[in-house]
């Protein structure tokens, strides 16, 4: 499910560990600050803190599922113009068959 294949890809997948990184220490560091007052006040607030980062993470992974999804469709046309000639060329033995 990673884009392995370039740059954009190896930069696309650092961000999505980075925004992790985000979530799970956004939501530490405010339960931990939170804790003091009140367990159900540091809940909640962590869940607050941790939107923004769970936000960069289903966008990137949307990125990802993109490029996914350009991936296989170069892929199948690829397969589908192999399928053409071999048919085209089938169609055509035929046809000379068919003068003999």
Known sequence: MRIQ????????????????????????????????????????????????GIFLVVLLEYIIVGQEKLDEMKTQTKLLQEILSQTKKESEDINTLDTL
């Open 5 to 52: 294949r370039s740059k954009l890809g190896s930069l696309i997948n650092f961000l999505l560990g980075a925004s992790w990184a985000l979530v799970f220490i956004s939501i530490i560091f405010t339960f931990l600050s939170y804790v003091q007052i009140n367990i159900i006040d540091a809940i909640f607030m962590s869940f607050f803190a941790g939107l923004p």
